[in-house]
């Protein structure tokens, strides 16, 4: 059976509460959408690999992490994909993010097991709803706007989540990856 491993760095508390509100509030407009019940956070990377790999997985991160430093991360505005179908809250030091996330990945792909399966993100972004169907979109933006949501926080660490692939599973914190001051 496989796991879904999820490389994440998560958001202020204050702005993790607030996309919560956000979801629960949309959800009584809209009804269902993908990602309600996950816990707010930006991807770094997705691998959907055995439970055994979690200890190579572990040690990959480990060695890309190190020697990286924490650093203040913005988010500035709710906006959207291209296609409607993702509705996001915006993370300014894109850059900064790819300079934690590129060594990890580096690292992992060096593990002839676990590069396969990886999927690095290229766009990353805090996801208030996903899946939505045009008649979703088009009322959830309507009652999200301005559009102004802004926020700041300090990324200390990296976190590393796992859930069976299997529907309705839900993700379970597995271990926290420090960043240097």
Known sequence: ????????????????????????QLH???GSFSG???????????????AACEASICEAIDQGVNGQHGFALRYE???HFPDKRTIYIDPVEKETISVVRTPVVTALRQQKALGPALRETDHPHLTIAAGLKPEQFARAWDM??????????????????????????????????????
Do not use: C, N, W
């Not at 958001?11 to 979801?23: F, G, K």
């Not at 102004?148 to 993700?171: F, H, I, N, Q, T």
């Open 28 to 30: 009584a407009r809209i």
């Open 144 to 181: 999200l706007a301005p559009h102004d949501l802004s926020a700041e926080g300090s990324v200390s660490e990296v976190v590393l989540m796992k859930r069976l692939l299997r529907p309705g599973e839900r993700y379970a914190h597995v271990r926290s990856f420090p960043l240097r001051s």
């Open 1 to 24: 059976m496989l796991h879904r491993f999820l490389l994440t760095i998560l958001p202020p508390q204050e702005l993790s509460a607030a996309v919560d509100r956000l979801r629960d």
């Open 36 to 50: 309600r019940y996950l816990l707010p956070h930006i991807t770094l990377f997705i691998a959907d690999l055995p």
């Open 77 to 79: 505005g709710i906006t």
